[in-house]
């Protein structure tokens, strides 16, 4: 009996014990309440101006190259400091909201700026979006769409090493970035004729806290087509609407007498007019001032422009393949640009023409109807060097930094500004064309042509020594079936992978607190910039990254100057210099 009264005095103090043990366990791991103290900064404000600090923007760094080709100097300069901006209590604002990829960003910061100037108000300013396009939507779509189009929440995410899964908030973190227009373009003489504030926030709530407003104060314009309406300065204007659905005259907006008009959608190519001859003065000193002035991008040019012989000494083209109706009129493409070429550097005869091509032309000109399917096909393939990102693992987590980085380099190479994927299978998959051996070492000072006989073909070729520089999206350009006329007919043909020692700049610059890297966003712009410079310029047809090198980029870095125009009437195309 004394036994088991011991026992049991056992088995109650053990379970007593656990018990104890357990409770200050969970004590202790119970999260500690903290009292919240909310500041309210009190904001004085005077009769004549109010201040708005710009919130800090993550900035774009130089981190070490792994490992760099080459060292360069100096380093990339990070964008300028947020500033103040003050504005007055009688001031009136117009906003607008972002969306698609970077040149259709371009395009309504255009229009933009030109109905500030117009309705004198003060422009908030948005970001600039650098990563997967986000889409036209109706205005009251795209703005619930840009809401969830931040990383506040995630800064986590950056902290995760590289090598770790990464959960599902942060599988889409490093696939894009937003940075301040000042970061690309010179915005100081624009500032001194548009009052300009730099949003950070594209939330409604920001402006009513910021401009202390009232949703009264604001006059929204909401748009549900892609082209909705088109705004005319000039009462007497005779344009036509064109793809536009609707119209309004300057003097409806001049009218409203709200603190706030808030536009969806500014997109479109002449949307907003500058037909009156002040307007027509005021585009075209915008479309002087948005180009390209970042010191790492002019200084990357500056290098391979050199090694194409100087500025002007050279053909500049531009082809965009990769996507959406591009890449399904690839073929066509191509073939008009190989023609003009062929009309404009050589003197080759019909016949001598289709021997070159290899008797496809009329293939050439039909649309590559299986193009969504070979796209899909592209992920399916099994690469000996690479992980394809399945479904799963984005569904499962099953995704490490190092994988999404990868990718998304892939992704974003050679790409006209957006996420496009490559559409060519691996190279065990597809033909491969027979381009002339390339006689270029990116390491050599400068690139010579070929010498006469290096054509096995037609030795009479080594007469058409042009340079030609082609800017592409296009994977791998010199085993590129679509290219493969082009390089066997013009035995100097150089693409930005020639030049590989170059961009160890771009590779260097990131924004250091999201660790998202540039050179993918930043590398066609480098494209854009060296085919302006060359002597002439031969763009693809309805592509708005063409027709900026075309009107802006190459006037501008040649010496030529924009050409006065009103905006929406029909110009004349620049002719070969």
Known sequence: MPLYISRRKLLLALLLATVLFYSLVYISSTPTTTTTTTTTTTTTTTTTTTAIVATPTPAPRTVAPEPPAVQHSPVPEPPPPPTTTSFADHDSFLAYLPHSGFHNQRIALENALLLASYLNRTMLLPKVFLGPAMPWL?????????????????????????????????LGYFTWTAVPWDFLYDMAKIKQRIRIIQRDDLSYEWIYQTLNLKKKDVHFVKDVLPFDFRIFDDPTSKTPLGKYKNKYDLSYFEKIDKKMIHFGSLFGTYRVLAQTPEHVELNQFLREHLIFRNPTLLRTA?????????????????????????????????????????????????????????????EDRKEDEEYEVKRLKWFNYPTSNKVIMSKRDLVDGNVSNDT????????HTNSSFQKRAPLDPPDDQIPVAKPFSSPFSPSSDNLPCPVVGNNPLDPRLSRFT?????????RKPRSNPLLRKIFNTFPCVLTLGDFESELADLRALQIEEERVS???????????IIASRGAVFFGTRDSTFSTYIERQLHPVYTGKGIKAMGRGKRGVKAKKP
């Open 138 to 170: 109706p205005s009251y779509k795209l703005y619930d769409r840009l809401l969830m189009q931040t990383k506040r929440g995630l800064e986590h995410c950056p902290e995760i090493p590289k090598n770790f899964l990464l959960p599902v908030e942060c």
């Open 404 to 411: 999404i980085a990868d990718n998304l380099l892939d992704l």
């Open 518 to 528: 540039l050179e993918p966003y930043l590398i066609p712009m480098v494209d854009a």
């Open 466 to 474: 042009t340079r030609i520089f082609i800017a592409t999206d296009a």
């Open 302 to 362: 500056d290098r391979v422009v050199a090694k194409l012989g100087g500025q002007e000494s050279f053909v500049g083209v531009h082809l965009r393949v990769g996507d959406g109706l591009f890449a399904r009129r690839a073929g066509i493409i191509v073939d008009d640009i190989y023609h003009a070429l062929v009309s404009n550097l050589t003197d080759l005869t019909p016949e001598e023409v289709n021997r070159y091509e290899g008797g496809t032309h009329d």
